[in-house]
């Protein structure tokens, strides 16, 4: 069964630091990767997302995940996080050629300390 | 320019009771999500439509669950008779087909609370 995994449900990490958020996927066929963040109490956005190309790719806020296709892995990082980066990360994934369902991952809730 | 929009945003009902969530899509898109978010079980697609048709509706838990999709600017799920395991957030979604890799954009959420 394809799936998505985020092993880590909450990642404290201090101000300034720098953060990995962890993605792995099941799939032998193509896939496109996205990452979405969430805000409290709002709706969900696209940070980022893999269709092809260049295997790393950036945020217009600092973020960056590199597309490791023998790992299987979506890795999300950022060398120096901010407060306002509070929020819940969910990794996603669609399968194969003109398939629109995105699976997403449970979620990891990333809490920044002053 | 209007994002997706949801109504309600905030609904609380007794068991039993009927509950119909909106949702009005970006204008153009032509694929429609809709999501429910728990604690227990994240985020799951319940439903989802393109060109107003029903492609895969095989996340609605049960017969209690029914989406209608009339034309290319409106959506409704309902949930008709109401029971507590149903409080959540229900999110919609829309993007523009054209092939995988598209943007799916969310509404705020209509957060359901069955008492």
């Known amino acids: 069964a394809q799936s998505v995994t985020q092993l880590d449900s909450q990642v404290p990490v201090f101000e300034e630091a720098p953060v990995e958020l962890r993605c792995n996927y099941s799939?032998?066929?193509?896939?496109?990767l996205f990452w979405y963040v969430q805000y409290p109490n709002q709706g969900l956005q696209l940070l980022l997302k893999?269709?092809?190309?260049s295997t790393l790719v950036e945020s217009i806020n600092g973020f960056e995940a590199e597309f490791n296709k023998s790992q299987t892995s979506f890795h999300l990082r950022k060398p120096s996080v901010h407060i306002s980066d509070t929020a819940e990360y969910f990794c996603?994934?669609?399968w194969g050629f003109g398939n629109e369902k995105l699976t997403f991952g449970t979620g990891t809730r990333l809490t920044i300390i002053p | 320019d209007a994002g997706v929009i949801q109504s309600p945003r905030h609904e609380v009902t007794e068991m039993g009771q009927e509950v119909t969530l909106r949702c009005k899509p970006i204008?153009?898109?032509?694929?429609l999500f809709w999501y429910r978010q728990t604690m227990m079980r994240g985020l799951e697609l319940l439903i989802y439509?393109?060109?107003?048709?029903?492609?895969?509706d095989s996340g609605m838990p049960e017969d209690r669950f029914s989406a209608k999709m009339p034309n290319a600017s409106f959506s409704t799920l309902k949930i008709q008779p109401s029971e507590p395991r149903d409080s959540a957030v229900y999110f919609c979604?829309?993007?523009?087909?054209?092939?995988?890799?598209?943007?799916?954009?969310f509404g705020e959420g209509s957060w359901l609370t069955v008492v």
């Open positions: 979604a829309s993007s523009l087909t054209g092939g995988s890799g598209n943007t799916i954009y």
């Open positions: 204008s153009g898109h032509n694929s």
């Open positions: 439509f393109n060109n107003n048709v029903p492609i895969d």
């Open positions: 799939s032998s066929v193509s896939v496109y």
């Open positions: 893999y269709l092809s190309g």
């Open positions: 996603a994934v669609s």
